[in-house]
Structures are given as C-alpha cells and as structure tokens.
C-alpha cells in the first residue's frame, strides 16, 4: 500500500451493490449479502478470533481486481452492530489501523472499516475516502450511519501541525458534543494528554468538510473525529490514548 499504488473508485452502480450487502449483512443475511457482492469482486467470510472467541463477518475483495484497493469491513457477528472505528487513512496515517485493529478486538458490539489504499494512490485526491463520497468506504459508514451506529474517525497529524496538542478531538460539523465525548476528553486529560476540543475552542485538523461526519450529522448519528500525534499513536501516549478511547466504545456498547 503506497502513494504511487492505482486506486478506482467503484461505480454507482457497485456502491449501490454494496451499500445493500452490507444491510443484508447487518440483518444477518451472509447468503444476500454474498449475492450482491459476487459481481463486483467482493465476498463475505465469517472469521473467528482465536484468542478471545468473538466472530466477524469480513466484507474483502474475492481477487486483485480494483475491488482488492476499496477496503475491508469487519462486523461483529456475536451481537448487533454498537459502534464503529473507521480508519481512512491505513499506512499514510501510522498505526491508526493498528489501533482500529485493537479497539475491534477488545471491545464487543463493533464495526472497523478500513479503506484499501494509500491516501495518495490514484492521484488527485483519488483515494482520499474521508473526503470524498464515490467511495467503498463511505458507502459502508453511510449504511452505520443509517441505522444509528455512532462512528470514531482515526487520523493522525504530525506533531508540527499543532505543537501544543497530543489529542486533536472533535465532532465533525456539530456544535456539540454528547456527554460520553466530552467524557473521552476528560479522561485522556486525566492521563496527562494534551487534548483540545473541537466543540468548545478553535483546533486545528476538526474535520468539518469530511464527509463521513456530515452524512452522520445528516442522519442524526454521533461522529467523533480523533486525531493524534505521533506519540499517542505509537510512543509513550499510545496506551492510554487506546484505553481512553475502548472506554467510550464500551459505553457505545452498552447503550
């Protein structure tokens, strides 16, 4: 997965395959799920996780086609959809997709989608899925969104893009934020990260024109905008950045 790597997005056509495989999916229909996806290079594969026992249906690409370059979604299969990590920056944004690999393996009832390319494949913004709504990615969180399933959007920013900041959180184009996300923010500060929040000063990086976050804002579903420096991805920080955040997904969980 690198910047010079190819990326085309799917057609309408396809995303609309898709965005109707993945509600069957939600619905626990794998088999019209699996008819949908065949022709347009995706299949569905039921995973289990052999440390803890929890099982995931995977939406993947079938082959090398483009399909191989749109991402992936893993749903839990043990209990209905809670929440979602959304990663849409893999490899450009370091170790956000090991993050949303971990918080998927540690906290039941959640979603991770992951986009399938380099942020710069394609050329011209091709494969910027965050920013742009012809894509595999936002085909799938729009199908979240539509049922209500609140979202955490993982981004990283180099540490010269806000110096005074660890923890850049933010609701997207809300004004606001929920009691659980102001509760996030709390709690990394407790720890000793330097967090600024979008809903209450002006930050840099809040994710207002993302595209994700206005579909969700849209339809009414909480949109959590996290971006973190490097250290709080993989470095002193990253350990209770991780912890801060299961925490709010826990309380997705259970709500």
Known sequence: MGPD??????????RDRLGRAVGRLLQGDAQGAQRLLDPIGLRV???TDTDSGRRYDEIAASGTGDSSRWGRLYLTADSPVRWSAQVPHPVFDQHTEALGVRLLEGTPGGALVLAGAHRQAGGDGAADVAHREDSAFHTI?????????????LHGFAESAAEKY???????????????VVALADRMAADGLRVCRGWAARCPLEGKTNVQGQAAQRRHATFVHLELAPEARDGRDADEAATAVAGLLTTWAHD
């Open 45 to 47: 594969t039921r995973l």
């Open 141 to 153: 969180a729009v199908q979240l969104a539509d049922r209500g399933v609140p979202g955490i959007q």
């Open 5 to 14: 790597g190819p990326y085309t997005p799917p057609s309408e056509q396809q």
């Open 166 to 180: 660890d923890v850049l959180l933010s609701t997207g184009v809300a004004q606001s934020a929920p009691g659980e």
